[in-house]
């Protein structure tokens, strides 16, 4: 059974930094894709960030270009977010997602992914 396992969420102060992870485990993939999705209460989920572990191209929403990183260890199957100058709008709790096919289009949309982590959440205080 394939799992996506994140860790790393936490509270931190406008400004702070945090590093996220997310563990892929029980598939044979040997390219596929990768994203962060966050949702925001009573809110959708809505893409962050995205990579394929294949080419190791990397996509982002406009709202954290600049101050996000995603990227990935295929030998550890992980893929990791490091967020800097978190603001307070980037609280929210965040999911890792994985799907083995996608087009580019489809990056940021969560309906074609189809594994998910349980989430973690992210505290940004002014």
């Known amino acids: 059974q394939i799992q996506a396992v994140e860790s790393g969420g936490g509270s931190v102060q406008a400004g702070g930094s945090l590093r996220l992870s997310c563990a892929l485990s029980?598939?044979?993939?040997?390219?596929?894709?990768m994203a962060w999705f966050r949702q925001f209460p009573g809110q959708e989920r809505e893409g962050v960030a995205a990579?394929?572990?294949?080419?190791?191209?990397?996509y982002y929403v406009d709202s954290v270009k600049g101050r996000f990183t995603i990227s990935q260890d295929n030998a550890l199957n992980s893929m990791y977010l490091q967020m800097d100058n978190l603001q307070p709008e980037d609280t929210a709790t965040y999911y890792c997602?994985?799907?083995?096919?996608?087009?580019?289009?489809?990056?940021?949309?969560?309906?074609?992914?189809?594994?998910w982590g349980q989430g973690t959440q992210v505290n940004v205080s002014s």
């Open positions: 997602a994985a799907a083995r096919r996608l087009v580019v289009s489809w990056v940021f949309m969560g309906d074609h992914y189809d594994h």
């Open positions: 029980g598939h044979t993939y040997m390219k596929y894709w």
């Open positions: 990579i394929y572990t294949g080419s190791g191209d990397t």
